[in-house]
């Protein structure tokens, strides 16, 4: 039975590939968020804000699992799909609330404002 959802896909290796491209996609997000704390954390900071980075992390660590197996069964396997565009776009969402905080985004503004002025 076919589910709201983004993709179906009807054989065990298409949902393979998919799964592995989704996980791919969503990995780079905690060595980012690492490195970026080091760039926008005063130092004198970095220990509170490792405590909120982990503690955030220990707390999806735990609570992913439960989330996905109650979707998988209740809602069946296509709802997973929907599970990670959710987290797509809640990744999306903080990327772009967040660009500010980029240095490399700043360094585009200045430019911008410097070759505007």
Not at 19 to 32: C, R
Not at 40 to 65: C, E, H, K, Q
């Amino acid at each position: 039975m076919l589910t709201a959802s983004l993709v179906y896909l009807p054989t065990l290796a298409l949902v393979a590939v998919a799964v592995l491209l989704a996980g791919a996609s969503l990995a780079p997000i905690w060595p980012m968020s690492l490195a970026l704390q080091s760039l926008i954390v005063d130092p004198r900071d970095f220990s509170r804000s490792n405590a909120l980075l982990n503690g955030s992390y220990g707390l999806g660590t735990l609570a992913g699992p439960l989330v996905s197996g109650y979707l998988f069964k209740h809602y069946g396997g296509e709802t997973m799909f929907l599970h990670i565009a959710v987290l797509w776009a809640v990744a999306l969402f903080a990327t772009l609330a967040f660009r500010r905080d980029d240095p490399s985004f700043r360094a585009l503004a200045h430019a911008r404002a410097r070759a505007a002025g």
